[in-house]
């Protein structure tokens, strides 16, 4: 065979070449995003949810307190390693085994409702038993925000100190924490964004 030759065509070959893939198709084999099941994507998801604002926040907050794995898993792991206050990491791991039984009590009303087909009626019932929970969980967090922010600046990474606290539990549980009181903010300043602009335009149309 000659060198020189140059290499075959490309339609050369045996059968037709095959289509490439249509938009629909692609559309319809594509899963979410992988950012959906980020917190973000997860706070986004609860929004759309939400009733109103303060359903909104009471839902973020169980939300980020019942990022569960890893908030029982961290607490568990370091439960002897922050003698400097030592309620932070059984504050991470009582907060995740609640939030477990809070989303296994919302997963069992949802498939009784899909069961039953009687979801509005089902809705405008209180779980008594959902209802301690909640209470449970929001005087929880707010014992949390005492033992955290209080240990904060007063804590050694040295783990001969006697203030020790390990960085990364203490660091997880601060700023878990705190995403609760920036997504707040954000909402407020939405909130007053969406006043102002409607009140400008009002004020322009009148």
């Known amino acids: 065979m000659d060198s020189s030759e140059g290499p075959p065509a490309y339609t050369a070959g045996s059968g037709e070449q095959p289509n490439p893939p249509s938009y629909t198709d692609v559309e319809r ?19 759309n949810e939400s009733s109103g604002n303060v359903d909104f926040v009471k839902k973020v907050i169980f939300l980020i307190l019942g990022t569960i794995g890893f908030t029982i898993f961290l607490g568990a792991k370091y439960l002897d390693d922050c ?3 030592r309620y932070i990491p059984i504050y991470l791991v009582v907060a995740g085994c609640f939030g477990v039984v809070r989303n296994l009590f919302t997963i069992g009303r949802r ?13 405008a019932k ?13 005087a929880w967090f707010i014992a949390g925000n005492v033992w955290i922010y209080r ?3 007063d804590f050694s990474t040295d783990p001969t100190a ?18 609760v009181y920036i997504i707040m903010g954000c909402c407020c300043c939405c909130i007053c964004f969406c006043g102002i602009l409607a009140a400008c335009l009002s004020g322009g149309s009148s």
């Open 126 to 138: 209180v779980n008594p038993i959902e209802s301690v929970i909640d209470c449970f969980m929001f």
């Open 111 to 123: 498939c009784c409702q899909k069961k039953e087909n009687e979801e509005e009626e089902q809705k």
């Open 162 to 179: 006697e203030n020790f606290c390990d960085p990364t539990l203490y660091w997880f549980a601060f700023w878990i924490t705190t995403a």
């Open 83 to 85: 003698p400097a206050e």
């Open 151 to 153: 240990t904060k600046g």
């Open 29 to 47: 084999n594509s899963g979410p995003p992988p950012s959906y099941d980020s917190l973000f994507g997860k706070v986004r998801a609860v929004r």
